[in-house]
């Protein structure tokens, strides 16, 4: 996978939502981007977690700053991070060359709706930045969470396959209407 190739000044001004902040990574973000990718919970349907001290060795100072990878704030702290790339080297058809959605909440924010009001943010500033484009999403069928916010933003299912000894979903989003709507004109 590599970043949307967007032409584009990034990072963006901050993206706020009700509650939320969706901003480039920081420095002062690191501690949190250890503890997301160390999470047992956090990555029981993305083939489990690795080792703390083995991620703290690896994890640059300032963690990599490219367009697409959003950190999602609440209250001034990291809870979050969402990612928007390009889907190349996909391993389903379908999906290659899309811009690919995905996101990992540490567990003390999960069940609040921050997912949603999240992504659907960061799929708005796509909307913006790349109008027209289709959007892809994969996901463990297992994962009932996911599922759920996969159809809450719009994603309808492409298809089903095993990946990593599990069944994995592939639905996409198409791409937003241009705003302004045409106008009707007479026929």
């Not at 996978?1 to 990034?10: F, H, K």
């Not at 919970?41 to 367009?67: F, K, N, Q, S």
């Not at 659907?120 to 009932?144: K, M």
């Amino acid at each position: 996978m590599e970043d949307l190739g967007l032409s584009v000044t990034w990072p963006p001004e901050p993206i706020r939502t009700a509650r939320l902040v969706l901003r480039a990574p920081e420095a002062r973000d690191r501690a949190a981007f250890v503890e997301l990718h160390a999470s047992p919970e956090v990555h029981t349907y993305l083939g489990g977690a690795r080792p703390r001290d083995e991620i703290e060795r690896e994890m640059p100072a300032a963690p990599e700053r490219w367009p697409g990878n959003f950190v999602v704030e609440l209250d001034g702290a990291m809870i979050g991070q969402i990612l928007l790339r390009r889907a190349t080297g996909h391993r389903r058809p379908a999906a290659a060359g899309k811009a690919d959605l995905g996101y990992l909440f540490l567990p003390r924010a999960w069940g609040a709706g921050y997912g949603f009001e999240a992504c659907a943010a960061a799929l708005g500033w796509l909307d913006g930045a790349l109008p027209g484009e289709p959007v892809v999403l994969t996901t463990q069928t297992a994962n009932a969470g996911s599922m759920r916010l996969a159809e809450k933003l719009g994603f309808t299912e492409v298809e089903r396959f095993e990946a990593w000894g599990a069944e994995q979903w592939l639905g996409t989003r198409p791409p937003a209407a241009p705003w302004p709507p045409a106008p009707n004109l007479p026929g």
